[in-house]
């Protein structure tokens, strides 16, 4: 019931430990203004009214003794802060008036309504009180400054609620800022670590942050060398056979016949595939070079021009400049297997670069038979070849182009996504790429 405040509420963590730090301050800060100043000013407006409805009382009844303002009356009232003038209109023409966000005002009529029966009382501002009151068949207006029967200075009490609210909970900000650091360091490890890159880190902060990071740290440890182990093991295969394919490649260039070209075909292919192999063992991050920001239609560039060279019915369409933080290197053999996997099985090919958002999209579109929907999940399988849906006769491959484009995507904070091109009708192939 509560999802509809997901899309309101803070996303990164910094936000959230905020809205938790804040939310609990404000909400209290407000029922104190509530429960207590308010109950406090209504307890100090009703005393002070009290208080000035006995002098009241004092002016009326010497207003009876001497059946009018006389000179002693109005020293009394003079003496006690009271203004007292006579009214010589009717009692109907007095105002008696009230502001709806005067909040103590109710307190003060209500209390100075119990000095008479048919008492009337004027509220118009907050500087004065004006009340009518009737002695025999005269009028009088009793007249007192508004300050006599409200609190003085209410807004101090909010301002220092509100001064020393923010000066505590920036404290407490800066606090929890220098708790969560580390966990913010600890995801942007493990994020770049990700991508391939291996950044500096140091467990600190908490214990339970610590023993998080120390995980951390085993795991990459363990990571890489599985990775180190697995890339020596295929550089020994690929060694180790290198030597008998060359040898029958001499053998074979030695025969005479129909039969030595087909032989000598397989083992190119051999080599090819053993090559395909190994390259995808190493993966994006061994051999391709360090992380470097360039405009990355530089580096597609050079993958669609040497591309051209074998089929010159590639199409490149720049934007503006991309300036993204990737690897040269794996960034072209990616562009380069999505070329030439769209040369392969189509006539047309069409590579577009676009900026959306936080990311940078490449595109690679063919006119070829493209892939069926229910198979786009498995074509960046390792070692899936989609032999119906893209031909079976049109090349050599294990089936290792496309998740060697996925795992350089990967590895820059992207994916590679597959789809139907609507401007050739073919595939499209896309690789984001993180900005």
């Known amino acids: 019931m509560f999802h509809w405040i997901k899309r309101y509420l803070p996303k990164g963590l910094y936000g959230r430990v905020a809205l938790i730090l804040l939310l609990p301050i404000v909400m209290l800060q407000f029922l104190v203004s509530i429960v207590f100043v308010q109950r406090h000013f209504e307890g100090v407006t009703e005393q002070l009214t009290q208080s000035i409805r006995l002098e009241m009382y004092l002016l009326s009844g010497a207003l009876r003794a001497d059946n009018g303002l006389s000179e002693r009356v109005r020293l009394l009232g003079s003496d006690l802060g009271i203004t007292i003038q006579a009214y010589t209109e009717s009692r109907e023409q007095f105002q008696s008036r009230r502001r709806f966000y005067d909040l103590t005002g109710g307190i003060v009529a209500r209390e100075l309504s119990r000095l008479e029966d048919d008492v009337r009382i004027d509220l118009p501002n907050d500087d004065v009180v004006n009340i009518l009151i009737a002695v025999g068949d005269a009028f009088y207006v009793m007249s007192f400054p508004r300050s006599r029967v409200s609190a003085s200075n209410p807004h101090q009490l909010f301002v220092n609620m509100i001064v020393f609210g923010f000066i505590f909970t920036f404290i407490a900000f800066i606090y929890l800022r220098n708790q969560l650091r580390p966990i913010t360091r600890l995801a942007k490890a493990a994020d770049a670590f990700g991508k391939g890159q291996n950044v500096k880190y140091k467990p600190s902060g908490a214990v339970e942050v610590r023993a998080a990071g120390a995980s951390f740290l085993e795991m990459r440890a363990r990571i890489e060398r599985h990775i180190e182990q697995r890339t020596l093991l295929l550089s020994g295969v690929s060694h180790d056979l290198g030597t008998p394919l060359t040898r029958l490649k001499l053998g074979l260039s030695m025969l005479e016949g129909e039969e030595k070209e087909a032989l000598l075909r397989d083992v190119s292919e051999m080599e090819a595939l053993l090559d395909e192999f190994l390259s995808f063992a190493r993966g994006p991050g061994d051999s391709t070079g360090d992380m470097a920001l360039e405009d990355l239609r530089h580096t597609v560039g050079e993958a669609v021009a040497a591309a051209k060279m074998i089929s010159t019915n590639i199409t490149l369409r720049e934007g503006l400049p991309l300036y993204v933080s990737h690897r040269p290197l794996a960034i ?91 401007r050739l009708g073919g595939l499209k192939a896309t690789m984001t790429l993180a900005l």
Do not use: C, M
Not at 359 to 387: N, Q, S, W
Not at 396 to 420: K, T
């Open 332 to 422: 072209r053999r990616a562009v380069d297997n999505l070329v030439n996997n769209a040369r392969r099985y189509g006539g047309r090919v069409l590579v577009t670069l676009e900026r959306a958002q936080s990311i940078v999209l490449v595109h690679v579109e063919d006119d070829g038979p493209g892939i069926p929907t229910h198979k786009r999940e498995d074509a960046v399988k390792p070692f899936t070849r989609l032999d119906q849906a893209r031909g079976q006769n049109l090349g050599s491959g294990v089936g290792l182009g496309l998740p060697i484009v996925a795992d350089i995507a990967n590895a820059h904070g992207g994916q590679l996504l597959l789809a139907e091109s609507e």
